[in-house]
């Protein structure tokens, strides 16, 4: 008998783009069935036990501001917190936290059950079914029928995946776990295109077994600044906090590897999809960069009871006997007992130009693609785009606005327009270069550009907006006491030749003066008579704020202009095109772009102005055509 079941929103898979989609629709009001094939395997993390990093760090911040949940977990279970590039400017500055993988996925276990209008159902959808363009349910494995207005399927490796340890495949989406199979033939045979993508991850190996005295250490920040505005600062870190280690191959190590070449999936031809270019397997680095001696490693614990560590840097499908041999000639592991091999998983995508700015496809309505089915790679990209799907999923089904970021609002809106513009034919990471605005898309300021829109779709709470308008009125003053108080002279001279800064002659403002590299905002602020200026003291008791405020004097100018070239371009995003334009008329423009154009569909000349094979004189040429 089929057991009929409506929900307003489904969400297929729950790994980090699933999580995100399904609270968001359901703290939003809507009724949620979130679909996983194992309930204990939510959240949890397929390859490395980390969240963040260089770029990635800024989408988590982006997440927390927004009200998803992904920096909150990060907080409450990391061992390790570092900020990276510290000693390069403050819009590459980006947190990441080494995390214990078992108390991550119970911690997201947790949130998911505890959310209100979530039904978490164990099973594995077959089947998707469409009614005049518009999705309107699905079918389990189990036999269930589920109605719904809008589906989001975040099915990471999990789409026809293959995992590859030598050349002998098995059947799964991750180690242990079965793959999702029938799902993807529903969508081709509502016209979409699929295509396949390979990631891979390292071998595990037993902590005991490792000589760490050999090893050079890597400690977190003495410091350590958490991810979410929702944590307690007095109480975190929440964990005992530990170390990673670094180690290296060398060339007796590529010599073993490439023993195992002949029986290299990769290599053999049996691995069809492309893998990630910024994160490629030990054999495709040693092939790729054959000039380098050696490659570095970095071996980080998967938790605080775990004795397994994550051998990051040394991704391999090659057969087992072989990494073992390969990884036992490494200094400090010589003795190693590897608890598993590493291996590839293959895995079916569907090219992103099929989706739109709010990840609805653009093909069947209702129907919204996040995460690795997009062709991304990582947590945090699959987060950001889980996020976004579930709130337009709920704004759609509600009748308000949809929710699109701009390229000069957050990362996540780079994300999504390069994705939807350029596509991808392998897996999407996230870069600070790939940001052209990225001086103002800082991870410090990240509450000031979203948490609005997060307050607006109820995701933040009203509390945490009143903690954060108050903030953000003294940040406001802050700017306009530094920008207009003048110090004399005979109050700075000592400090600044305390400081080995050059003394003044006049008067100069705050502003000024901390744009001196040798000069900190706090020491300049403690140098005033808090009872003369009463703004002070508070300030200089929140640190958070003083170097907020800090980087906002010290970059002005580069942000300003920054702004000023926004400006410019928020012309070209301004000016809109015709949903469905049919650009096969424009004889006057070359053929690749018309062909990517008609494609891609995009919404905006600004937008279509950074389709790879559009060139300026194409964008003229279609500038003229639509004012006419």
């Known amino acids: 008998m089929v057991n009929m079941l409506n929900y307003d929103v489904i969400v297929i898979g729950a790994g980090h783009a699933g999580i995100e989609a399904a609270i968001a629709s359901a703290r939003m009001g809507c009724s949620v069935a979130l679909i996983t094939m194992e309930k204990k395997a939510i959240g949890r993390m397929s390859c490395n036990p980390a969240i963040g990093g260089s770029a990635k760090g800024h989408i988590v911040h982006e997440i927390d501001a927004l009200g998803g949940i992904m920096g909150l977990i990060a907080d409450r279970t990391g061992i390790q917190f570092r900020t990276l590039n510290k000693s390069k400017g403050p819009s590459v500055w980006a947190g990441r936290c080494q995390s214990d993988r078992k108390l991550y996925s119970e911690e997201a276990g947790e949130v998911v059950f505890g959310t209100q209008n979530l039904d978490v159902i ?13 999705i309107v349910g699905v079918k389990t494995e189990k036999g269930k029928e589920i109605n719904c207005k809008a589906l989001i399927v975040a099915s990471g490796t999990f789409l ?21 199979i029938g799902l993807t033939k529903s969508f081709l ?9 390979k990631t891979g991850t390292p071998p595990r190996l037993k902590k005991n077994s490792i000589d760490f005295s050999v090893l050079e250490e890597q400690p977190g920040d003495e410091n350590p600044q958490p991810f979410s505005h929702r944590t307690d600062i007095k109480n975190f870190p929440v964990l005992p906090q530990v170390s990673c280690h670094l180690t290296y191959t060398d060339e007796h190590v590529h010599k073993i590897l490439e023993k195992g070449f002949d029986r290299s999936p990769m290599f053999k031809g049996l691995i069809t999809g492309v893998g990630p270019r910024y994160c490629p397997s030990i054999e495709d680095k040693i092939v790729r960069f054959a000039d380098k001696p050696r490659h570095q490693l970095f071996l980080e614990p998967e938790g605080l009871d775990s004795d397994l560590i994550y051998l990051n840097g040394f991704s391999s499908s090659l057969p087992e006997e072989i990494q073992f041999e390969a990884v036992r000639a490494i200094q400090g592991l010589e003795n190693i007992e590897m608890a598993r091999p590493g291996y590839a998983v293959e895995y079916d995508y569907f090219p992103p130009y099929q989706v739109d700015l709010t990840l609805e496809t653009k093909l069947i309505k209702g129907l919204y693609f996040a995460g690795q089915i997009n062709g991304t790679s990582g947590y945090e990209e699959a987060a ?39 596509s991808t034919d392998e897996p999407y990471r996230m870069f600070t270069s790939r940001a052209e605005h990225r001086l103002i898309l800082r991870q410090d300021n990240a509450e000031r550009r979203l948490v609005k829109f997060g307050y607006d779709f109820g995701l933040v709470s009203k509390e945490l907006y009143n903690e954060f308008k108050k903030s953000e009125e003294l940040m406001i003053q802050g700017i306009d006491f530094a920008s207009n108080l003048r110090i004399s002279p005979k109050n700075i001279n000592g400090f600044l030749a305390s400081q080995n800064s050059s003394v003044i002659g006049n008067g100069e403002t705050i502003s000024k003066l901390v744009k001196r590299p040798e000069l900190k905002l706090k ?6 008579d808090k009872s003369r200026f009463p703004l002070v003291e508070p300030l ?17 100018g580069y942000i300003k202009r920054q702004y000023e070239l926004v400006e410019k371009m928020e012309k070209l995003e301004n000016t809109k095109i015709p949903l469905n334009y049919d650009y096969h008329n424009l004889n006057t423009i070359s053929v690749e772009a018309r062909e990517k154009l008609a494609k891609v569909q995009p919404r905006s000349i600004g937008q279509a102005s950074r389709i790879s094979g559009v060139s300026p004189a194409d964008i003229s040429i279609l500038t003229v055509y639509l004012k006419n």
């Open 160 to 180: 026809n995946g293959v995992m590859y340890t030598g050349t002998d495949p098995k059947i799964g989406g991750r180690f242990g776990e079965r793959a999702a």
């Open 122 to 134: 164990e099973d594995s959808v077959n089947e998707a079914f469409e009614e005049n363009k518009k």
């Open 523 to 528: 020491n300049i602020l403690e140098t005033l």
């Open 189 to 197: 045979d509502m016209g979409f295109v699929a295509d396949r993508l």
């Open 384 to 422: 950001g785009q889980g996020l976004v799907a579930g709130i337009n999923a709920t704004l759609k089904i509600q009748g308000r606005e949809e929710f699109v970021l701009k390229r000069s609002e957050a990362y996540i809106g780079v994300l999504i327009d390069d994705l939807v513009g350029k």
């Open 540 to 556: 200089l008791n929140n640190e958070e704020l003083l170097q907020k405020l800090e980087i906002e004097l010290k970059y002005e």
